[in-house]
């Protein structure tokens, strides 16, 4: 497919982008999602990607003393294949280096399915474990870290 990065706007999340974001959410998670990762856009550093002045993707980052946190990436599922992700997460890289950050992590939710590792090992991200029952009793959690040069 063809990449449509090149009219792809990031830009940091503001409150106009509520419904936006909200409506990404439930496109990707679904409405017992909504609260938490609401609260990642709006209490963390939240940015959204722009394709056409629409809001399709989003992104929650924050930064302590060493780690930088991509809390989440999500693509809406009309959207995916075309390369929006990967400018997000590029993206998130420059914001670690530039806010000195050693590492940067995740975690990614591999409950039936386990292949979406496989995209964040091709970033270089490693597994550091994993967590189940974080959310909700049946969920499965692989944490990831990535160390930035
Ligand atoms: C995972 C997700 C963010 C990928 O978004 P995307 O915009 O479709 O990804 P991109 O098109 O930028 O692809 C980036 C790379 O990952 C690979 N990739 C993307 N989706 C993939 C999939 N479902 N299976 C395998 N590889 C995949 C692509 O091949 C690409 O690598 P390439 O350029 O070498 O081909 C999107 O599918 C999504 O929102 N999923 C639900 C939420 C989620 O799991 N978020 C991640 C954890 S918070």
């Given at each position: 497919?063809?990449?449509?990065?090149?009219?792809?706007y990031?830009?940091?999340?503001?409150?106009?982008?509520?419904?936006?974001?909200q409506?990404?959410?439930?496109?990707?998670?679904?409405?017992?999602?909504?609260?938490?990762?609401?609260?990642?856009?709006?209490?963390?550093?939240?940015?959204?990607?722009?394709?056409d002045g629409?809001?399709?993707?989003?992104?929650?980052?924050?930064?302590?003393?060493?780690?930088?946190?991509v809390?989440?990436i999500?693509?809406?599922?009309?959207?995916?294949?075309?390369?929006?992700?990967?400018?997000?997460?590029k993206?998130?890289?420059?914001?670690?280096?530039?806010?000195?950050?050693?590492?940067?992590?995740?975690?990614?939710?591999?409950?039936?399915?386990?292949?979406?590792?496989r995209?964040?090992?091709?970033?270089?991200?490693?597994?550091?474990?994993?967590?189940?029952?974080?959310?909700a009793?049946?969920?499965?959690?692989?944490?990831?870290?990535?160390?930035?040069?």
């Open positions: 497919m063809a990449k449509a990065t090149n009219g792809v990031i830009r940091k999340y503001r409150a106009s982008d509520r419904r936006a974001a409506d990404l959410i439930l496109n990707v998670w679904g409405k017992k999602w909504l609260p938490g990762n609401m609260h990642a856009f709006e209490r963390f550093d939240g940015y959204v990607a722009e394709l629409k809001v399709v993707a989003g992104m929650s980052l924050d930064y302590g003393t060493y780690a930088c946190l809390d989440f999500i693509v809406h599922s009309d959207y995916r294949r075309q390369g929006i992700a990967d400018k997000l997460l993206f998130a890289f420059k914001y670690a280096k530039g806010r000195n950050q050693k590492i940067i992590k995740g975690f990614v939710d591999v409950k039936d399915n386990k292949p979406v590792l995209i964040w090992e091709k970033y270089g991200f490693k597994e550091a474990g994993e967590l189940r029952n974080l959310y009793p049946d969920d499965h959690y692989v944490y990831i870290y990535k160390f930035l040069k």
